[in-house]
Each structure stands twice: as C-alpha cells, then as structure tokens.
C-alpha cells in the first residue's frame, strides 16, 4: 500500500498536502482499496467554508458510497473536475490526479488531529 511520507493524513482515510495556506485534500490509496470501482465524486461545497469533520462531498463505487469529511477548516476553493468524467482516477492515481478539492484554509486552524504517514499506517493495523 502506497502512503507518502510528505503527506498528512486522517482516520477517515483522507488525506492532505499543505503548502501554504491551501490545502489539497483525497483519499488514500488503502480507502480506494476498500471501496472497489469508483464510479462517481460528488462535491457540492466550492465556496462554502467548512469546519474539520464536515462533510465536503461523498464517493460512488459499485458496491457502497461513503462521505468525504473535511480535515482541516477552510473555504473549499476547487473541485478536481478530471473526476466527473474519470472518477476511476481514485482508483488508479490517488495521490497524484486523483486529488478531490483544494482549500484555503481558515486562519488558526487546528491541525493537531492530522496524522503522519506512519501513524496512519499503524492506524490500519
């Protein structure tokens, strides 16, 4: 299983690339794993701002649909529109062009529940 070392993640197997104040934010490879053929993203929260553990979009694949939650606070600011007619790029990129959303994150945010890539690992077990 594929876990980047220079990302964040979550328990909710998301997870997050930060530079500056715009965070970038997809599932992880173990989360595509679980869910099997991604056939639809569905994101309807560009603009809104979101407190962590919101939920921001949800997931389509063949056997179950599974909510997106926030990481971090922010105001999402892009939605990764590859995915509307490649969902399966979760599946087969999810670190690269698989990302789902960017966002500005808020001012003072707490970031003390993301997780490195080997907590995270160890977090699966």
Do not use: C
Request: glycine share 8%; proline share 3%; hydrophobic share 35%.
């Amino acid at each position: 299983m594929n876990t980047p070392s220079e990302l964040k993640y979550t328990k909710d197997h998301e997870w997050v690339r930060i530079d500056g104040d715009t965070a970038t934010i997809g599932i992880t490879d173990f989360a595509q794993g679980e869910l099997g053929d991604i056939v639809f993203v569905d994101v309807d929260s560009v603009d809104d701002e979101l407190s962590a553990g919101d939920v921001f979009g949800s997931v389509e694949a063949v056997k179950t649909v599974s909510d997106l939650f926030l990481p971090v606070s922010g105001t999402v600011t892009e939605f990764n529109t590859d995915l509307e007619d490649q969902p399966e790029l979760l599946n087969t990129d999810p670190y690269g062009k698989g990302w789902i959303i960017k966002l500005t994150i808020a001012e003072g945010a707490d970031m003390s529940e993301l997780i490195s890539a080997e907590q995270y690992q160890e977090s699966l077990g």
